[in-house]
Antibody, heavy 119, light 107 residues
Framework: QVQLQESGPGLVKPSETLSLSCTVS????????WSWIRQPPGKGLEWIGY???????NYNPSLNSRVTISLDSSKKQFSLKLTSVTAADTAMYYC?????????????WGPGTMVTVSS | DIQMTQSPSSLSVSVGDRVTITCRAS??????LSWYQQRPGKAPKLLIY???SLQTGVPSRFSGSGSGTDFTFSISSLQPEDFATYYC?????????FGGGTKVEIK
């Protein structure tokens, strides 16, 4: 039973860097795409980017210059860094898996972690 | 980016009703279309992938159809636990994009 769990600070100051981790339990990390997705309060879902084992990450162009996604398979974690945050980055942040049996869909999601950008 | 347009944005229905939601892509996405259910305070849950394939464990009252740019999601007989927001999402190309959501409320 694969499970994902996000972790990281719930409050970040404007202009600082948001850093989150997602811990994967129950399955190896290779052969899957590992994504970050966010949802501002009361709004829809926005894909931030993904990383594939041993390949370069792919980012949403709307955030490209501020985003870094990395993977540490030894820790069974992947991470998100978002620089120069503003109030517009306040959102629930989810990590998700794509690619089970080659299916292009997010089949496993973490419960999410709320990040508020405020001084 | 491929834009995903969902309609309606909300609907009020009764238990036992049939629900139909449409999703239109700004360009052809073949059948790389998924549907998710999101209950308040919860993460989205995958219901349908590849336009019409039912995710393991999802009840058969949920179904999907379509290809190219036009897709449909249906619930044959709405149950109390189905009141939620539903999203479509394309995986044809990056960036992955979602529809704006359809909130299914109790009439």
């Amino acid at each position: 039973q694969v499970q994902l769990q996000e972790s990281g600070p719930g409050l970040v100051k404007p202009s600082e860097t948001l850093s989150l981790s997602c811990t994967v339990s129950g399955d190896p990390m290779r052969s899957f795409y590992w994504s970050w997705i966010r949802q501002p309060p009361g709004k829809g879902l926005e894909w931030i980017g993904y990383i594939y084992y041993s390949a370069n990450p792919n980012y949403n162009p709307s955030l490209n210059s501020r985003v870094t996604i990395s993977l540490d398979s030894s820790k069974k974690q992947f991470s998100l860094k978002l620089t120069s945050v503003t109030a517009a980055d306040t959102a629930m942040y989810y990590c998700a898996r794509e690619g089970f049996r080659g299916v292009r869909a997010f089949d496993i999601w973490g419960p999410g972690t709320m990040v508020t950008v405020s001084s | 980016d491929i834009q995903m347009t969902q309609s309606p944005s909300s609907l009020s229905v009764s238990v036992g009703d049939r629900v139909t939601i449409t999703c239109r892509a700004s360009q052809s996405i073949s059948r790389y279309l998924s549907w998710y259910q999101q209950r308040p305070g919860k993460a989205p849950k995958l219901l349908i992938y590849d336009a019409s394939s039912l995710q393991t464990g999802v009840p058969s009252r949920f179904s999907g159809s379509g290809s190219g740019t036009d897709f449909t999601f249906s619930i044959s007989s709405l149950q109390p636990e189905d009141f939620a927001t539903y999203y479509c999402q394309q995986s044809y190309s990056n960036p992955r994009t979602f529809g704006g959501g359809t909130k299914v409320e109790i009439k």
